[in-house]
């Protein structure tokens, strides 16, 4: 069955960098779209990156563009996002998802990893 | 950007009950809309896609319908497991965009 397992949040100081993983396993990884999607404490969702199949399409939210950077290892079937400049607002839980996609298109979260909590903090 | 608005934010309901969610979006979206039920401290499930395809394993309690800019989610007859937090997701085009969630409780 498929799985994804984040990892790599905790807590940070402002202005520091951070990267996350998503560990892939139970479907073939290489050809679907891998997507990051975070939640603030208590808020709703909010979509951050999307990356193609082969990592050459990527697209960002406003709010992450210049800071965050989406990318993935199709041989060890992990997703990754490197957070830099890191704020308060950037204090939430960091899902990331599988789509039906294979490009970087638009597309509707199939299966979500359970998270990993990255808090901003001094 | 697409807006996606849900209503109620909040609702109560009883075991038994029927219940509708609506969405709202603020551009046509043709049918590029799913639903998802998120339970406290858990990831969310995907429910419906394409406004009205029901996943694999959802229970056939739960729909969908709408197209354009209106949809809705309903539970015919909620169960105890279906209290939790509901999200709406276009995916007509970048940036991918939520609802702000509808909280079903008991």
């Known amino acids: 069955q498929v799985q994804l397992v984040e990892s790599g949040g905790g807590v940070v100081q402002p202005g520091r960098s951070l990267r996350l993983s998503c560990a892939a396993s139970g479907f073939s990884f290489g050809i679907y779209a891998m997507h990051w999607v975070r939640q603030a404490p208590g808020k709703g969702l909010e979509w951050v990156a999307v990356?193609?199949?082969?990592?050459?399409?990527?697209y960002y939210a406003d709010s992450v563009k210049g800071r965050f950077t989406i990318s993935r290892d199709n041989s060890k079937n992990t997703l990754y996002l490197q957070i830099n400049s890191l704020t308060a607002e950037d204090t939430a839980v960091y899902y990331c998802?599988?789509?039906?996609?294979?490009?970087?298109?638009?597309?509707?979260?199939?299966?979500w990893g359970q998270g990993t909590l990255v808090t901003v903090s001094s | 950007d697409i807006q996606m608005t849900q209503s109620p934010s909040s609702l109560s309901a009883s075991v038994g009950d029927r219940v509708t969610i609506t969405c709202r979006a603020s551009?046509?979206?043709?049918?590029?809309l799913a639903w998802y039920q998120q339970k406290p401290e858990k990831a969310p499930k995907s429910l419906i896609s394409a406004a009205i395809n029901l996943q694999s394993g959802v229970p056939s309690r739960f729909s969908g319908s709408g197209s354009g800019r209106d949809f809705t989610l309903t539970i015919s007859r909620l169960q105890p497991e279906d209290f939790a937090t509901y999200y709406c997701?276009?995916?007509?085009?970048?940036?991918?965009?939520f609802g702000g969630g509808t909280k079903v409780e008991i």
């Open positions: 997701q276009q995916y007509s085009s970048f940036p991918l965009t």
């Open positions: 551009h046509d979206i043709s049918s590029w």
């Open positions: 998802a599988k789509v039906l996609d294979y490009g970087g298109h638009p597309d509707w979260f199939e299966y």
């Open positions: 990356i193609s199949y082969d990592g050459n399409n990527e």
